[in-house]
């Protein structure tokens, strides 16, 4: 759990992933192109989870990652995340 950073509701996650595109290129949305597959992640979620956005570096076999996104908690359960941002360390 030394991973989650903070404890964010919906509305927060939205509003600080507000994409502000003056060429409008991308959707003036949560996430632009990627509001659909957010809203998809959301509306799967059990009514009591808890959203937590998380850092974490993850190391395999043959690299070390370092991941960043949000996740659903219920009780002492991780559940589903979305991830914002991988990038090799």
């Known amino acids: ?15 600080r992933e507000q994409v502000v595109d003056p060429l409008h290129a991308v959707p003036n949305l949560p996430f632009g192109h990627l ?9 799967g ?5 808890e ?4 850092r974490g570096r ?16 219920q009780g002492e359960t991780i559940g589903a995340y979305f991830l914002t941002a991988q990038r090799e360390m």
Request: proline letters at 2%; one cysteine or more; glycine letters at 4%.
């Open 35 to 43: 509001n659909g597959v957010w809203q998809s992640f959301v509306d």
């Open 45 to 49: 979620l059990e009514p009591d989870c």
């Open 1 to 15: 759990m030394s991973d989650l950073v903070e404890k964010l509701s919906r509305a927060e996650i939205e509003t």
């Open 58 to 73: 993850w190391k395999t076999e043959y690299r070390d990652w370092q991941m960043q996104g949000y996740v659903a908690q």
């Open 51 to 54: 959203l937590w956005s998380f």
